[in-house]
C-alpha cells in the first residue's frame, strides 16, 4: 500500500483517502467524491476493525458484500481499493494502541468502552499505511470526527482531515451499513432520531437556548414505541456539554430500534436540511 502511495507522490499526484468498514452505500460514496475533489487519486480502504467492537457487538453479523463494494468503487473511480486481511493489520495482538483521551469518556465512548481506542488505533495504522495529503471522514460518526481531527493535531500526522455532511435517505434516516437491519417496523421507528433531532433544531429557532430544555424536547420525540433511547445530548466540539445552545452546538442522539443501535446527529445552525438526501434502492 506504502509503495502504491509513494509511487502516486513521485508523479506529482495528491492522494486523498477514505476509510470505511465496507458494504458500501451513499454516504461513503459521497466521502469519494469529497477526496476526489481535494487529491488527484483515491485510496478507499475495507477493513471490519475486530478492536473498535465490544465482546458483545456485531463484529461477526457486520454486514460484509466485497463483490458489491468493488463494483461500487469502481463506478466511481475509486484508484485503489485497499482491503488489508485480518493478520496483515494485527499479525500479533497491538499492546501498544492509541489512548483516546477525555473527548472518548462520553455518548459513544461511554456506550462502548474501548471502542475510540481501536478506532483510533486502526485509523492511526491506515494513515501511515497509506501516507494520505487528505483524509475525509463523515459528519454522521461526529464524535468519531472530532476524535480524529484531534488525533491527527495532537500526532502531528502529516494530512489534512476533511468532514463530510451526513448523506440520509429522503425520510431522514441517515445511511448506515447497519440499516440493512431494520425491518417493517424498525424501519419505520427509526426516524425517531431525525424527528428528535429536528425538534431540538425548531425549538432552538424558535428562541430557546437552554440547553437541558432543549435535550427534553428531544428525549420527548425520542422516545416512540420500538425505540430504545440511550441519549441526546448537546455539546460542542470537543464534546464537552453546553449550557446554553448555539449556532455551533451539535445535538447527538443514540437510541436502540429492535436490535439495531443507531446513531445521529445535527449542527443546529446548519440544520438537517443541509444534509444530502439521496434516494436509494430497497437493497441499500
Ligand atoms: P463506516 O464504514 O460505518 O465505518 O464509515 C466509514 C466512513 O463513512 C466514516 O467516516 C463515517 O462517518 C462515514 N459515513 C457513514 N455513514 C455516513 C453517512 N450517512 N453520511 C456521511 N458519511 C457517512
Redesign the pocket.
Known sequence: MRAWSRAARIRGHRIGF??????L????L??IDRAKERADRVVLSIFVNPLQFGPREDFAGYPRDLQRDRSLAKERYVDCLFVPASDAMYPMEPLVRVNAGPMADTLEGAARPGHFVGVLTVVAKLLHMVEPDVA??????FQ??MLVRRMVADLDFACDVEI?????ELDGL????RNVYLKGDDRRAALALSRALRAVEQAWRGGEADARALERRGMETLKTPGVTPEYLALVDAQIRPVARADAKTVVVVAAKVGGTRLIDNVVLGEGIAID?SVQTTAKD
Do not use: C, I, N, W
Not at 18 to 23: I, Q
Not at 164 to 168: F, K, L, Q, S
Open positions: 477514505v476509510p470505511t468498514m465496507g458494504f452505500h451513499e454516504g461513503h459521497r466521502l475525509v471522514f463523515g459528519r454522521k460518526d468519531q470526527a463530510a455532511p451526513t448523506v440520509r441517515a445511511l448506515s451499513s444530502v
